[in-house]
């Protein structure tokens, strides 16, 4: 018979969500028996591998073992998920395991769906195809960086959603810059090929990059989908309005299709998008009201960022509490993500916004204008927003993260 095990609360993922909202419910109630199912034992800061492409950060200072960043108290199950039966109150593991829970909160992230893209696997990583959503890849692209001198450089992004939409540009601007600094950029021609309609999805914040578009030189390729790669020949396939479209390269940085973790798509949880049906501010599941999303796996429709999970972990926290104690939801998520555009070495554009596009600027205009570059906003992503990450936001310090109360009906 299969292993049977119960836990207050059980939490699928130990990514930053998942962690982040252990440690918030355990601060809120240390007595709480909480089990976080999370087969890696590795832990990663994602945000870091755009500097590690970028030459700044060396990777290995965006990882962690997993069992150094588990909250104390918590019970780590080091498996991964497999189906939920949530009329049951119960998750099913890998290995036959089942758990049954009180409150469940599903944090499993994002899947990268490289497979997607045909001919890719077979070329990570070498013949000059690269990606910085990969740990053991972001080095690759600072080598690539470091070592053109001339040719054709081609960043691509694929269909939304995507985690960190601002991602492929901040590889593309930061490989760009080097370029500049080394005074190759003359010779090499930079093409973005986005599937996407617009160069960013807040109106607010393009005029600031079309500026660096231009002073670059990058060729922009809107409505443009990397469909296939062929790595020896150096040639990558682009779905567009008019056809396919061929193009020679020197160096690809490619941003994969991604996807709800297939586990996640095929259970009762999942929304029609396969993400996990939650209400956008409450982040409290539709059908199933012990069950709650957050991270890249929820459906809300913010930024898929760890900003966006830093907000989250309160919230979840709060109102997972809140039903275990027989009462509604108590606070409400305005949709806030965050997306520091490296536009160049030291500067950057700090997007902040909510749902709708609504512009949430964390600090004061006169000391950093999210809209143009800047070079506190730098300080920030580099020094500070690493530090809050591994010393705050997984041990349940809610820096920059105060969760915002309903008001009473
Ligand atoms: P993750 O942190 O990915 O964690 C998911 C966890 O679930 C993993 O540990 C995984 O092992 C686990 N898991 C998967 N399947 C199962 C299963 N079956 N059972 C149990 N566990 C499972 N965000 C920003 O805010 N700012 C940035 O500048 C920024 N830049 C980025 C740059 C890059 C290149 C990348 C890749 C991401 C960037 N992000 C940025 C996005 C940010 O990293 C993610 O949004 C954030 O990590 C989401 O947290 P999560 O917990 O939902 O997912």
Known sequence: MANSLSHDIVIVGGGSAGIAAASSLLKRRPSLDIAIVEPSEDHY???GWTMVGGGVFEAPVTHRRTATVMPKGVVWIKQAAATFQPDNNQVSLQDGTVLTYELLLVAPGIRLAWEQIEGLEDTLGKNGVTSNYRYDLAPYTWELVRKLKSGRAIFSQPPM????????????YLSCNAWEDRGVLGDIEVEFRNSGGVLFGVEAYVPALMEYVERYGIHLKLGSTLVAVDGPARIATF??????VTRR???????????APQFVADSPLAAESGFVDVDQFTMQHVR?????????????PNAKTMAAARKQAPIVACNALAVLDGKPPLADYDGYGSCPL???RGKIILAEFGYGGKLLPSFPSWLINGTRPARLSWLLKSEILPWVYWNGMLKGREWLAKPHERRAA
């Open 342 to 344: 490296t536009v160049e």
């Open 45 to 47: 800061y994602q945000p």
């Open 161 to 172: 959603p995507i985690k960190c939409a601002g991602a492929p540009q901040k590889a593309m």
């Open 249 to 259: 390269f020197d160096m690809l940085h490619v941003v994969p299709p991604q996807v």
């Open 239 to 244: 779905q567009t309005a008019e056809g396919e």
């Open 288 to 300: 199933y009201p012990n069950v709650f999303g957050l991270g890249d796996a929820g459906s809300m």
